[in-house]
């Protein structure tokens, strides 16, 4: 089966900076679609950043320049850094793999969570 674990999640303060890691388990990893969601309280899981297998990268708008998104297939870790963090980037984040196939499937780990103090 397929396991995300992810790590890192904490309270950081109001302009700084931390690293998320996600290590994942029971599929080839090189081959698929990599990303990170986040969810706030009421609101709706919302991308953040992803890496396709080839090493695209899209990031959402509301974390371009602040967010990098890295993986290394060797060791089945994706990582997220986030730096100038507001209190709008408090939420939960996710790990996702992302299987294109009929139909596609979606994988996720349990949460870490992220509490950006004001």
């Known amino acids: 089966q397929v396991q995300l674990v992810e790590s890192g999640g904490g309270l950081v303060q109001l302009g700084g900076s931390l690293r998320l890691f996600c290590a994942a388990s029971?599929?080839?990893?090189?081959?698929?679609?990599m990303g990170w969601y986040r969810q706030a309280p009421g609101k709706e899981r919302e991308l953040v950043a992803s890496i396709s297998s080839r090493g695209d990268i899209n990031y959402a708008d509301s974390v371009q320049g602040r967010a990098t998104i890295s993986r290394d297939n060797a060791k089945n870790t994706l990582d997220l850094q986030m730096n100038s963090l507001e209190p709008e980037d408090t939420a939960v984040y996710y790990c996702n793999l992302k299987q294109v196939a009929i139909p596609p499937r979606n994988y996720w780990g349990q949460g870490t969570q992220v509490t950006v103090s004001s």
């Open positions: 029971g599929r080839r990893f090189s081959i698929y679609t």
